[in-house]
């Protein structure tokens, strides 16, 4: 079952890539509307690249559309931090500085293992077939124990990343002016008033607000005020 999912979400990707191609070439020809169009069916199902990305937010500046690139940029950050795009962001926020787009180590791996997560499952699920295999083969000779040890690993590893490998949550502040206070009320102490262009790492969320992390303290913000990235 895990071995034909796989390959169904290889069919899937292939022709997300088609669509894809399409666009690019309606962008090359300065076509930005129709490629947009298919640039966000394909954003909204979640299936983008760094390159998409990066014209997306190019075609939402061309139209004057500055928090819409900014969240295109901010979401390409996320998968390739790069001190440009925060001097971009500045520059269409009109922001002197711009809080949360720092990235330890750890997050970068954890990103880089997020982005080729189909090709770790997929990986696994070979070893899978394999270690399978080896046990039916080993099982033939009565005169050799047989290891299951390996394929239970094996499969919790397929669950673990396949349900729990995710990069972390964060959004972006996309409201002015924007009030982040202590607590999820209305009379929570107030913490900071901060402008659209600020990144926030979500660490949960209770009835119309987010906890997250601000300036690496607990805090709390409104969710109409942040979109999710």
């Known amino acids: 079952m895990i071995f034909f999912a796989f390959l169904l979400q290889g069919i899937n990707c292939q022709a997300d890539v088609n669509d894809l191609k399409i666009a690019?070439?309606?962008?090359?020809?300065?076509?930005?509307?129709e490629a947009m169009e298919?640039?966000?069916a394909n954003y909204e199902e979640g299936l983008y690249s760094t390159s998409m990305l990066l014209k997306m937010a190019f075609i939402e500046e061309g139209i004057?559309?500055?928090?819409?690139?900014?969240l295109y940029l901010s979401k390409y950050y996320d998968l390739a931090p790069n001190?440009?795009?925060?001097?971009?962001?500045?520059?269409?926020?009109?922001?002197?500085?711009?809080?949360?787009?720092?990235?330890?180590?750890?997050?970068?791996?954890?990103?880089?293992?997020?982005?080729y997560k189909e090709y770790i499952?997929?990986?696994?699920?070979?070893?899978?077939?394999?270690?399978?295999?080896?046990?039916?083969?080993?099982?033939?000779?009565?005169?050799k124990k047989e290891t299951y040890w390996p394929t239970?690993?094996?499969?919790?590893?397929?669950?673990?990343?396949?349900?729990?490998?995710?990069?972390?949550r964060t959004g972006l502040i996309t409201s002015s002016p924007t009030i982040i206070v202590s607590k999820p009320t209305a009379g929570g102490e107030f913490?900071?008033?901060?402008?659209?262009?600020?990144?926030?790492?979500?660490?949960?969320?209770?009835?119309?607000w987010y906890e997250i992390e601000w300036k690496e303290k607990p805090a709390y913000i409104k969710k109409d005020k942040v979109t999710r990235l």
Request: no cysteine.
């Open 24 to 33: 690019d070439s309606l962008f090359s020809q300065r076509s930005y509307k």
């Open 38 to 40: 298919i640039y966000r």
């Open 64 to 70: 004057g559309d500055n928090e819409q690139a900014t």
């Open 83 to 115: 001190p440009q795009v925060i001097t971009k962001i500045k520059s269409l926020t009109g922001q002197n500085s711009l809080v949360g787009y720092e990235v330890s180590d750890v997050q970068r791996f954890l990103i880089f293992l997020t982005e």
């Open 121 to 143: 499952v997929g990986l696994l699920t070979v070893f899978l077939l394999m270690s399978v295999f080896s046990n039916w083969w080993t099982g033939r000779k009565v005169e």
């Open 152 to 168: 239970v690993l094996l499969i919790v590893s397929i669950f673990l990343a396949n349900n729990f490998l995710e990069s972390p």
């Open 191 to 208: 913490v900071e008033l901060v402008e659209p262009g600020h990144r926030v790492r979500i660490k949960s969320s209770k009835d119309n």
